[in-house]
């Protein structure tokens, strides 16, 4: 059974940074491409950032580029999402997302991920 735990979300200025850990249990993990999604209260789930199995390829959102950058270390197990110039409007609750394992694609839908995290809530104050 897989299971991803998020941490590293809070309350911060608009300008701030933080940085985002997703640590995942079982062997898919390096098997698979994840994501980073976001949602607001009110708004749909987004995808905001994924990463190929090896980490070679990257997705962002035209919200989050240049500022946000998605990263993986596949030997401790754990996906990271580092936020820069936090913004107001990045105010969301913060899941990650694991592929099926052999997905070693990015894929922009959330019905292509077979496993979620709980959330973590980032707050940006203005």
């Known amino acids: 059974q897989v299971q991803l735990v998020e941490s590293g979300g809070g309350l911060v200025q608009a300008g701030d940074s933080l940085r985002l850990s997703c640590v995942a249990s079982?062997?898919?993990?390096?098997?698979?491409?994840m994501g980073w999604f976001r949602q607001a209260p009110g708004k749909e789930r987004e995808l905001v950032a994924a990463?190929?199995?090896?980490?070679?390829?990257?997705y962002y959102a035209d919200s989050v580029k240049d500022r946000f950058t998605i990263s993986r270390d596949n030997v401790k197990n754990t996906l990271y999402l580092q936020m820069n110039r936090l913004k107001p409007e990045d105010t969301a609750v913060y899941y990650c997302?694991?592929?099926?394992?052999?997905?070693?694609?990015?894929?922009?839908?959330?019905?292509?991920?077979?496993?979620w995290g709980q959330g973590t809530q980032v707050t940006v104050s203005s």
């Open positions: 079982g062997r898919t993990f390096s098997s698979a491409a």
């Open positions: 997302a694991l592929r099926r394992k052999g997905a070693l694609e990015i894929a922009t839908m959330g019905n292509d991920y077979a496993y």
């Open positions: 990463i190929t199995w090896s980490g070679g390829g990257t």
